[in-house]
């Protein structure tokens, strides 16, 4: 095994929002071999959902360096350096097509390269769309991570299915899991209903849900409840959220025991009686800490909800049965297939299944040790989608990364290595504040035209 895969590891990051960039830096650390010394560079690909700085403080996740990029500043940064010290590893944490055009991307830079570094991408939560569409354009990494059993299976099956080479899925966990087991009622007890930038989408949904909260609220008035927010209002996260709760709640008068709050979701759950959400990964979260938890049924179970992935899991239920004081119990098959609670640990102090959880990357830090050991015999990046096999398609997608057919960038694609000047910077601020703009303010006033 070589020094750096067991004494230091220099590892490169790229996301392109907050819940990526905190699933791909907690994943780059749990990747690591035990032991080893891990310098993290972190990079924020440029665009709608670039986290602002209060949402990567509440991400709670520290890097050794942390700058935004565009793609193409990106492949100037890691490419090899004979006067700097390489990267072992680069963790993609992007949406589908950005995978895609960055794999490309690296293909062409070390095209000339004596060695490169592992490259590893994956999923931040729940995987209830767009499967075989998201899991192709992820394909051409050393390491497609699976975060369960069940989506091991399921991406292999989609890879094999069209010929594709299957070798790089790998099952791991979320990497996010973990904290304080649940052992018992807090004082107050603390019911939350964890939102979800885009689920459910329509106005209608949203206030639905929202005034049965109120009256959860009501109906307990010894019970606290929390409404947990992703972001404020002009901030973006992994999902566009056009009607935030909190405008939502502005025409309302909440009970003195309900209140908004924000803050990282595991300092939440340390609080937490009952966890409600639609279908958020928060749920398989608080799964892990054995904290009673609820998927919705109110809006019927969907797959437009993602709340049809908690299908067998016991955890299925309305709100007329909460307020009637039931608490789901999980089926503890469905939980295990999912990598949370492992070994179906009992609650208790001493009982988090944490030993386990850690063992879920084993296979994962074997892999890149092996691959390691290999880099100056690691071949070159081969993505499933190619300017032969999908003509019509990929170089789309490359272009929106200012990236030719070929990978190389395009000419006019942002200089790498130069920080922008003061009227770049306040322009694409601009831009960006318009872009939101439109999607919160807009585009609902013209969806409300349409449907008069």
């Known amino acids: 095994m070589p020094a750096s895969a067991t004494k230091s590891l220099r590892v490169a990051v790229l996301a392109d929002s907050d819940t990526r960039w905190k699933w791909g830096a907690l994943t780059a650390q749990r990747l690591a071999p035990a032991g080893a010394a891990v310098r993290l560079d ?46 072992d590893l680069l963790v993609l944490a992007l949406v589908g097509g950005g995978v895609q055009a960055v794999l490309h991307g ?53 890879y094999e299915g069209v010929g594709a ?40 949904d949203r206030a639905y849900l929202l005034e049965r909260l109120i009256r959860h609220a009501r109906l307990h008035p010894g019970r606290e409840v929390l409404l947990k927010l992703r972001s404020k209002p002009g901030e973006h996260t992994t999902h566009i959220e056009e009607l935030p709760y909190q405008k939502l709640a502005r025409k309302l008068t909440l009970p003195p025991n309900l209140r908004l709050v924000y803050g990282h979701m595991g300092e939440v759950l340390d609080r937490t009686d009952l966890l409600v959400t ?32 908690f299908t067998g899991s016991g955890c299925l239920a309305s709100w007329d049965q909460l307020d009637a004081g039931h608490r789901p119990v999980p089926e503890e098959d469905w939980v295990a297939r999912q990598g949370v609670a492992p070994g179906g640990a009992p609650a208790g102090p001493d009982a988090s299944g944490e030993d386990s959880y850690a063992g879920a990357f084993d296979e994962a830090r074997e892999k890149i040790a092996g691959l390691l050991g290999e880099r100056g015999a690691l071949p070159p990046l081969a993505p499933y989608y190619t300017p032969a096999t999908a003509p019509g398609y990929l ?39 318009a872009y939101r703009h439109g999607v919160q303010r807009v585009a609902p006033v013209i969806r409300r035209m349409g449907e008069l």
């Open 278 to 309: 639609v279908s958020s990964t928060a749920a398989l979260e608080a799964l892990h800490r054995r904290v009673p938890t609820a998927v919705l049924t109110d809006l019927g179970v969907r797959e437009t909800l993602g709340n049809h992935h």
């Open 165 to 204: 080479d299957a070798a790089a899925v790998t099952e791991v966990a979320l990497p996010f899991l973990g904290g304080v087991p649940y052992t018992g009622a807090h004082e107050p007890y603390t019911v939350v209903f964890a939102a979800q930038p885009s689920v459910p989408e329509s106005r209608r």
């Open 42 to 87: 972190g990079y924020l690909l440029r665009g709608r959902a670039t986290p602002t700085p209060r949402q990567l403080t509440e991400v709670g996740v520290r890097a050794d360096s942390l700058r935004e990029v565009s793609a193409a500043e990106f492949l100037r940064a890691v490419r090899e350096d004979p006067a700097a010290e390489p990267y």
């Open 395 to 433: 170089p789309g997608l490359l272009a929106r990364h200012h990236l030719g057919p070929d990978g190389a960038p395009l000419p006019g694609a942002p200089a790498a290595g130069r920080e922008p000047g003061a009227v770049r910077r306040t322009v694409r601020r601009a831009a960006r504040g």
């Open 106 to 158: 690296l293909r062409h830079t070390w095209q000339d390269a004596a060695r490169r570094p592992v490259v590893v991408t994956g999923y931040v939560g729940v995987v209830y769309e767009k499967l075989t569409d998201g899991l192709l354009l992820r394909h051409g990494a050393d390491l497609v991570l699976a975060n369960s059993r069940q989506d091991a299976e399921r991406f292999r099956a989609v």
